[in-house]
T-cell receptor, first 112, second 117 residues
């Protein structure tokens, strides 16, 4: 079945540091890939998405590229801010059944 | 454009009771999916509704059931509550076009936090 693996957390960075959060997936067919962010006590917000190989999703300074050859969708940001502190979930959407499969999530803390 | 809304925001029940959670989809959307998020975990797919019919189900027992109404809003019902049902329940809506492929972006509501004692 489909699965998503995220790097172990938590991650703590200083403001303006470079961020990489690794994500790999296993899926049949060609899924769409997403990063969602969850702030404390809230639901999930869509951060960015990519629907086919080599697509780059971007939003609020975050970027991720759909790499079919390595089955990866790593999240990057050049300069993190305190307000980026949250839990980040990598996920895939199966084209066979429209079901989202999530990774376990990683907590990012950014200190001033 | 109205986003996804859920009610109630918090709920406390005792083991064996029944609960109904509600979701209003984002305006223009016709598909609703429900997810369970246990503390410290990623969301797990419960089921999806399209055109008022269940369209896919995850690994959840039959005591988890749902409905979708003509206005595309939805309910999640859980019978015979167990302690492990304590979680954040998330509703997500999306738009599936007639004849379209699956794979539409899902937008989430704020969730209902259920505590079973």
């Amino acid at each position: 079945g489909d699965s998503v693996t995220q790097m172990e957390g938590p991650v703590t960075l200083s403001e303006e540091a470079f961020l990489t959060i690794n994500c790999t997936y296993t899926a049949t067919g060609y899924p769409s890939l997403f990063w969602y962010v969850q702030y404390p006590g809230e639901g999930l917000q869509l951060l960015l998405k990519a629907t086919k190989a080599d697509d780059k999703g971007s939003n609020k300074g975050f970027e991720a590229t759909y790499r079919k050859e390595t089955t990866s969708f790593h999240l990057e940001k050049g300069s993190v801010q305190v307000s980026d502190s949250a839990v980040y979930f990598c996920s895939l959407l199966s084209r066979a059944n429209s079901k989202l499969t999530f990774g376990k999530g990683i907590t990012l803390s950014v200190r001033p | 454009e109205t986003g996804v809304t859920q009610s109630p925001t918090h709920l406390i029940k005792t083991r064996g009771q029944q609960v109904t959670l509600r979701c209003s989809s984002q305006s223009g959307h016709n598909t609703v999916s429900w997810y369970q998020q246990a503390l410290g975990q990623g969301p797990q797919f419960i089921f999806q509704y399209y055109r008022e019919e269940e369209n896919g189900r995850g690994n959840f027992p039959p005591r988890f059931s749902g409905l979708q109404f003509p206005n595309y809003s939805s309910e999640l019902n859980v019978n015979a509550l167990e302690l492990d049902d304590s979680a954040l329940y998330l509703c997500a809506s999306s738009l599936r076009l007639a004849g379209g492929l699956w794979g539409e972006t899902q937008y989430f509501g704020p969730g209902t936090r259920l505590l079973v004692l």
